[in-house]
């Protein structure tokens, strides 16, 4: 089997070795070259950061925070070292601004339409908006980067996409998986017959089963890349459900909502990609996605480590009684507890009135020494409100990534 580049072959201890020797220099260079991290990363001995807990131990920059960020220092809040190395600028809702700098596959997006069999003479379909937001781009420059060539149709207009596909007709899909089945329904409708597509790969939105037979029956192999504005692409899939490799030249941490620490592997948790790109510096950046690391490499060859996909986000902000709770808050709360090994703030209502109770699991030796009170004093001490405490036992929450479950 051949593939995209040598680097998704090595072996996995030689991957995690190189990413590691690189990783003191590079954050040396964002330090000194960028006014964000130069604050950042300020009285840290970046010189001791070779490894993934010397890593665990940098503050985290969160997707939801770039708003807040940008809006005091436009356009990237200090984060990108030469402007003048950047080619165009992107608005993603928020709004967040996202650079691009020239380059080959700059989002680094051939792996992924490689894995889904997209190959040198491919003519490509490519239904991801190029109007203000990078999605169009980061599809474009992938396929190209397979020497593919590319329709760029982006979403809608429906009538004048399926003219085009009569006429040119591409073999290849790019896009979401929805607007791939809106199209193959006004086919139908306008009885044009089967669509000349053999392949696809979606991104953007969950590929759920009942689209996937959809696509069976239209005898489309449809493949998923993650992937975000900021970091480009993030993991994809190379095998039909089972799971999806991460890419190269990032590390990918999987870490508890609202902490810096990583989970366990199999857990639940938030994505955090550190990103080695001189133009656009990203580390332990928090995407607000959840997955959880598998156990093992794909069957296909690739030897990088393989996440679940999309399990839901992470920021589980929820107003009570008026006031914003976050994640970060209730770990804080934990933190207090050294015997507390996981939390879960339940948020209900009763009689109209919002009421909290804080599940802790905790060992049955260490609960009955625990002070429930001095739980109940932590919880408001950095929420502000009251709330009750619950101690069940270890392993009885749900591994869903849930820190804050609102019931109402």
């Known amino acids: 089997m051949s593939f995209f580049s040598a680097q998704e072959q090595q072996a996995a201890t030689l991957r995690e070795a190189s990413l590691m020797s690189?990783?003191?220099?590079?954050?040396?260079?964002?330090?000194?070259?960028?006014?964000?991290?130069?604050?950042?990363?300020?009285?840290?001995?970046?010189?001791?950061?070779?490894?993934?807990?010397?890593?665990?131990?940098?503050?985290?920059?969160?997707?939801?925070?770039?708003?807040?960020?940008?809006?005091a220092n436009m356009p990237f809040a200090g984060m990108v070292p030469n402007m003048s190395g950047v080619g165009r600028i992107f608005q993603s809702p928020g709004p967040i601004y996202e650079p691009e700098a020239d380059g080959h596959d700059w989002w680094r997006?051939?792996?992924?339409?490689?894995?889904?069999?997209?190959?040198?003479?491919?003519?490509?379909?490519?239904?991801?908006?190029?109007?203000?937001?990078?999605?169009?781009?980061?599809?474009?420059?992938?396929?190209?980067?397979?020497?593919?060539?590319?329709?760029?149709?982006?979403?809608?207009?429906?009538?004048?996409?399926?003219?085009?596909?009569?006429?040119?007709?591409?073999?290849?899909?790019?896009?979401?998986?929805?607007?791939?089945?809106?199209?193959?329904?006004?086919?139908?409708?306008?009885?044009?017959?089967?669509?000349?597509?053999?392949?696809?790969?979606?991104?953007?939105?969950?590929?759920?089963?009942?689209?996937?037979?959809?696509?069976?029956?239209?005898?489309?192999?449809?493949?998923?890349?993650?992937?975000?504005?900021?970091?480009?692409l993030i993991a994809f899939e190379s095998v039909a459900d089972a799971g999806l490799v991460v890419a190269e030249d990032i590390i990918l941490e999987i870490v508890r909502p609202g902490s810096l620490a990583p989970v366990k592997r199999g857990e639940v948790g938030e994505v955090?990609?550190?990103?080695?790109?001189?133009?656009?510096?990203?580390?332990?950046?928090?995407?607000?996605?959840?997955?959880?690391?598998?156990?093992?490499?794909?069957?296909?060859?690739?030897?990088?480590?393989r996440i679940k996909g999309w399990l839901g986000r992470a920021d589980q902000t929820t107003k009570v009684k008026g006031l914003f709770i976050h994640p970060e808050q209730v770990e804080r709360a934990r933190l207090y507890h050294s015997a507390i090994k996981r939390v879960r703030l339940v948020v209900s209502s009763e009689n109209d009135n919002d009421k909290m109770c804080l599940l802790c699991e905790v060992d049955d030796n260490a609960g009955l020494n625990i002070d429930i009170v001095a739980i109940q004093q932590s919880i408001r001490a950095v929420t502000q409100l009251s709330s009750e405490v619950s101690l069940v036992a270890i392993g009885s929450m749900p591994d869903d990534g849930i820190v804050i479950e609102d019931q109402r």
């Open 22 to 71: 690189r990783l003191s220099d590079f954050l040396c260079f964002a330090q000194q070259s960028s006014d964000y991290y130069h604050r950042v990363l300020a009285n840290i001995d970046l010189s001791q950061i070779n490894s993934r807990s010397a890593l665990a131990a940098l503050p985290i920059t969160r997707k939801s925070d770039l708003i807040k960020l940008q809006a």
């Open 272 to 305: 955090v990609i550190t990103s080695f790109n001189p133009n656009y510096p990203l580390i332990r950046f928090a995407t607000g996605d959840l997955s959880a690391q598998l156990d093992s490499p794909s069957d296909c060859g690739r030897t990088n480590m």
């Open 109 to 232: 997006m051939g792996q992924a339409f490689f894995a889904a069999g997209f190959r040198a003479g491919d003519l490509v379909q490519n239904c991801l908006s190029y109007h203000l937001t990078p999605g169009g781009f980061i599809m474009d420059s992938g396929a190209k980067a397979c020497g593919c060539s590319v329709i760029p149709a982006g979403p809608g207009q429906t009538e004048m996409q399926l003219d085009i596909i009569h006429n040119l007709q591409p073999n290849s899909y790019c896009g979401t998986p929805s607007f791939l089945n809106i199209l193959l329904d006004k086919a139908k409708l306008q009885q044009q017959g089967q669509l000349p597509f053999s392949k696809a790969l979606v991104t953007g939105e969950a590929l759920t089963p009942a689209l996937k037979a959809v696509f069976d029956e239209a005898d489309i192999e449809v493949k998923q890349a993650y992937a975000t504005a900021d970091i480009g």
